[in-house]
């Protein structure tokens, strides 16, 4: 037995299994994934890894599965895919998502998958149950569910990393009275309190890290960069979802002709990130500005933004390189099902609370149209877009 010190649990104990596991390449290389992706833009002590965050929902994930009455091998297995379960995840974590799975055709989680099978002679229990875990596909959802192990470590140390101290979660009530019944997941009412105070730390953190105007900037120009490496170097998609965010900000340098720490620069994209020379938005408006029947509108009508980007350069007198389209994607509006036993029987936590539903217009307030530039080209930038857009 070994144990790992956490800042949110004191120490997390592991066995030796689990121990191997974690010293495997392909999980020692979450250690330099950043968890919060270009955050770091916003909230300079949001550095914490992937790595960590595994530890921790391999930890969380075990304590619900005991608060469940779990078999032991049961209680294994969801630890290894709280462990496991962002294996496969692409540099910068959720920044590169569109630009690599687009290109790839098909979900991180499926280099997730290909890894567990790959690392199935660590560990004990059966490579599938635990990919079925990962994608929410048992009975108990432990660590793709509504209420779960991936949720509550984030929550927290994110609030932690970022300074949102009024952002914490009482997961030892939550995990306390975490209960089966009728082969699903209940909480007993004891755990409402706790339960409102989860949503309400998401509902923050949605407005707060997730949702900043400067992080967006900065994510938009990634994705840009890593499409302009992709399209102009010999490297594929499938290489830049086995590199670590290291590997990826040397080759995005080298590509913009520097070896060392860049020099300032206003014309390379990835350079201006590492500096921290973010463009501005030039347009930026969601649904209490322009209604959410137009912004949903602009959703479903315009998919490519890089005709429109060239278009809004045109009109703006700008190279086409100066404007970045930031399209909204929509919320899902799929409502969290989480299950609350009173004493008069088990009801939807929906039914007994707003905040589910709070959660919900929250997304919308979030989803956004942006447009970006060079400070420089901001008003010429705006005054196309707006008459682009018809706004």
């Known amino acids: ?40 833009a916003v909230y300079p002590s949001a550095t914490h890894s992937r790595f960590e965050h595994s530890l921790g929902v391999m930890h969380l994930a075990g304590e619900l599965a005991e608060s469940l009455g779990l078999p032991e091998e049961t209680i294994q297995a969801y630890r290894i895919a709280g462990l496991l379960h962002d294996v496969g995840h692409s540099p910068f974590s959720h920044a590169l998502e569109e630009v690599i799975e687009e290109r790839l055709g098909f979900e991180h989680e499926r280099q997730s998958e290909r890894i567990i099978r790959e690392l199935d002679d660590l560990y004990a229990p059966d490579a599938e149950f635990v990919i079925d875990i990962i994608h929410g596909d048992t009975k108990y959802d432990l660590v793709a569910g509504a209420i779960d192990a991936d949720r509550l470590d984030y929550l927290q140390r994110d609030a932690r990393r970022t300074g949102f101290r009024n952002s914490s979660v009482d997961v030892r009530t939550i995990v306390k009275f975490a209960r089966t019944h009728d082969d699903r997941i209940v909480f007993d009412k004891k755990a409402v309190q706790a339960i409102e105070d989860m949503f309400s730390a998401r509902l923050r953190m949605l407005k707060t890290i997730a949702g900043h105007h400067a992080t967006r900037i900065a994510e938009a120009m990634l994705r840009r960069a890593v499409t302009e490496f992709l399209d102009e170097t010999e490297y594929t998609a499938e290489d830049v979802l086995t590199w670590d965010d290291y590997q990826l900000h040397t080759r995005l340098l080298e590509h913009e002709g520097h070896e060392s720490i860049p020099a300032k620069t206003d014309s390379q994209l990835y350079t201006r990130i590492a500096n921290r020379n973010l463009y501005k938005r030039a347009l930026y408006v969601n649904e209490n500005a322009i209604g959410r029947e137009t912004l949903s509108e602009i959703a479903r009508e315009y998919e490519e933004p890089t005709s429109i980007e060239a278009r809004i350069a045109a009109d703006a007198g700008v190279s086409p390189q100066q404007v970045i389209v930031d399209l909204p994607s929509l919320p899902d509006g799929e409502r969290a099902h989480v299950h609350i036993m009173m004493a008069d029987g088990v009801q939807e936590f929906s039914d007994i609370s707003p905040t589910p539903s709070h959660l919900v217009d929250v997304q919308w307030r979030n989803t956004t149209l942006g447009v970006y530039a060079p400070r420089r080209d901001v008003d010429a930038v705006q005054a196309a877009a707006e008459t682009y857009f018809g706004l």
């Open 1 to 40: 037995m070994k144990n790992i010190r956490d800042p949110l649990y004191g120490f997390i104990t592991v066995d030796e299994m689990e121990l191997d596991v974690i010293s495997a390449p392909a999980v020692q290389r979450l250690r330099r994934v950043a968890h919060l992706g270009l955050s770091d």
